[in-house]
């Protein structure tokens, strides 16, 4: 069982920066697969950024470039750096954990609360 909470969240101007974490508990964290989805108003929850266990990565077109998913130095935490942010990026954030390497939100069993990001001017 794995227990997630996001955080760093906020509003930010268009072409600013903001990062996020994902701070996790419980046991077995190592071995998950970690996920960073976001979900708009009125809008499906997409997958942002993907890393496996074993540091493989993966991102939307959306957001290649400018965002980068790392497993932090301190322990049981990944982080979301987003960089040359765009109004278009706004939503809400969620952290996600899965014992498979997957794109699917059905796959992923375990899920933060979510963190607001809000880009505008």
């Known amino acids: 069982q794995v227990q997630l909470v996001e955080s760093g969240g906020g509003l930010v101007q268009p072409g600013g920066s903001l990062g996020l974490s994902c701070a996790a508990s419980g046991s077995g964290f190592t071995v998950y697969h970690m996920g960073w989805y976001r979900q708009a108003p009125g809008k499906e929850r997409e997958l942002v950024a993907r890393?496996?266990?074993?540091?493989?990565?993966n991102y939307a077109d959306s957001v290649k470039g400018r965002f980068t998913i790392a497993r932090g130095n301190i322990k049981n935490t990944v982080y979301l750096q987003m960089n040359s942010l765009k109004p278009e990026d706004t939503a809400v954030y969620y952290c996600?954990?899965?014992?498979?390497?997957?794109?699917?939100?059905?796959?992923?069993?375990?899920w933060g609360q979510g963190t607001q990001v809000t880009v505008s001017s």
């Open positions: 890393l496996t266990r074993g540091r493989d990565t």
């Open positions: 996600a954990a899965s014992g498979i390497v997957s794109s699917r939100v059905r796959d992923y069993p375990y």
